[in-house]
Nanobody, 113 residues
Framework: VQLQASGGGWVQPGGALRLSCAAP??????LGWYRQAPGKQRELVAT???????NYSDSVKGRFSISRDNARKKVSLQMNDLKPEDTSVYYC??????????WGQGTQVTVSS
């Protein structure tokens, strides 16, 4: 049982990146992304429930958008107007209806000039 994450990389401030995460064969309630910068705790970025509810960190509202394809069991995070403080390792997160959760491998996002 593994999440398949892709995307990330380097971009200049103001640029955009897109992250994707797939949960093939899994019956997932919540899919989303967290991030962790060096020396800091892992923090919520955005999540989406099976029913369509979304939740965003205040720091990304208006810039990031999460979208979900329930048929493909995939979630994407469009990140616009990226700032240096968005630099972090981003982790895909999935929560089953049982309450159990798993993490995908991290993907680095670097925003710098």
């Amino acid at each position: 049982v593994q999440l398949q994450a892709s995307g990330g990389g380097w971009v200049q401030p103001g640029g955009a990146l897109r992250l994707s995460c797939a949960a093939p064969g899994m019956n997932i309630n919540v899919l989303g992304w967290y991030r962790q910068a060096p020396g800091k705790q892992r923090e919520l970025v955005a999540t989406s429930t099976r029913g369509g509810s979304t939740n965003y960190s205040d720091s990304v509202k208006g810039r990031f958008s999460i979208s979900r394809d329930n048929a493909r069991k995939k979630v994407s995070l469009q990140m616009n107007d990226l700032k240096p403080e968005d630099t972090s390792v981003y982790y895909c997160y999935a929560e089953f209806f049982t309450g159990a959760s798993i993490w995908g491998q991290g993907t680095q996002v670097t925003v710098s000039s």
